[in-house]
């Protein structure tokens, strides 16, 4: 069974400062990760995703996330907050090649809320 | 950009009554979702529907629910008859491919209550 962790509620840093936001997850085979962020009242919107190749994965707004296959984490970063990344991020996990009995359907995690104060 | 919509976007029922929300997947796209989001928790899964039938359910999607694709955009939720623990935010949501490895599109949610 796949499952993922989002160890922390809330994550507070100023505005400016590096951010990061963890995550790690348990999977039987290979993992397809993924990050998604929600603002106030809309729906969970893709931020970016690990599937094979380089373990540093860029995506949208700045973000970026290290997969370490090791440590079994994929932890969300920004090298400079800005107070509009204020929200709540999910991680989410399916089985990628070589799971047996996995779904293909992403398990999130609980979420964490990114409070960046000015 | 297209976007996954949903309506309405607040719900207001009484227990035992049927509701539908609906959803308008993007256009491309062949797989369908429904999550739940129950206030300050996870997102929950409910079912996936590819070429015209439930690919997958949890356990949460029993026969108080079901799923309908009328036509060939809308895609809809119907639940037969509310609970007061069915009161959430419910998202649809669509992708191009199978979402083991494609990112999914969400909706802004339908927002739930039931008195």
């Known amino acids: 069974a796949q499952s993922v962790a989002q160890p922390e509620d809330q994550v507070n840093v100023a505005e400016g400062n590096p951010l990061t936001v963890k995550c790690t997850y348990s999977v039987s085979g290979n993992p397809y990760l993924f990050w998604y962020v929600q603002y106030p009242n809309r729906g969970l919107q893709f931020l970016l995703k690990?599937?094979?190749?380089?373990?540093l994965v860029k995506g949208s707004y700045g973000f970026e996330a290290e997969f370490n296959k090791s440590q079994t984490s994929f932890h969300l970063k920004k090298p400079s907050a800005l107070v509009s990344d204020s929200a709540l991020y999910f991680c989410a996990v399916t089985e990628g090649v070589g799971a047996s009995g996995g779904s293909y359907i992403p398990t999130f995690g609980r979420g964490t809320s990114l409070i960046v104060h000015p | 950009e297209p976007e996954v919509t949903q309506t309405p976007s607040h719900q207001v029922t009484q227990m035992g009554q049927e509701v539908i929300l609906r959803c308008v997947p993007i256009s491309n796209h062949l797989y369908f979702y429904w999550y739940r989001q129950i206030l300050g928790q996870k997102v929950e899964f409910l079912v996936s529907?590819?070429?015209?039938?439930?690919?997958?359910k949890s356990e949460i999607f029993d026969d108080q629910f079901s799923v309908e694709r009328p036509d060939g955009s809308n895609f809809t939720l119907k639940i037969r008859s509310t609970k007061l623990e069915d009161s959430a935010m419910y998202f649809c949501?669509?992708?191009?491919?199978?979402?083991?490895?494609?990112?999914?599109?969400f909706g802004p949610g339908t927002r739930l209550t039931v008195l």
């Open positions: 690990y599937i094979t190749g380089d373990n």
């Open positions: 529907f590819y070429n015209n039938e439930i690919s997958e």
């Open positions: 949501a669509s992708s191009v491919g199978l979402a083991g490895s494609n990112e999914q599109f």
